[in-house]
């Protein structure tokens, strides 16, 4: 693996991790991001404004890491697992 996608996947796991600690309430967007199969699929559900992946090398990577950051949070809080219901 390049340097450039290790440290985009690195930062994207960091700063999903702290999105999804953010916006926690946010539960159906939070979740959709988790579920994410592409990089569309999750900055549809990510404001912008907020988290841009300008000056990234790889933006694929990162995006892909910050969907793993999210679900990162999401299992380490105990929430329901993905992909399945209580």
Known sequence: MS??????IEKGI???????????DD?????RIARA????E????????EIAADGIPD????WSGFAHGVRRYLLEEGHVPLGRSR
Not at 14 to 23: N, S
Not at 37 to 40: K, T
Not at 42 to 49: E, F, G, H, Q
Request: positive net charge; hydrophobic residues 30%.
């Open 59 to 62: 933006p694929v990577a990162f």
């Open 14 to 24: 960091t700063l999903g991790y702290g999105y999804a600690e953010k916006h926690r």
């Open 42 to 49: 999750v900055t549809a559900n990510v404001d912008p404004a």
């Open 3 to 8: 340097e450039d996608r290790s440290s985009s």
């Open 37 to 40: 199969r592409s990089a569309p």
């Open 27 to 31: 539960r159906l967007s939070v979740g």
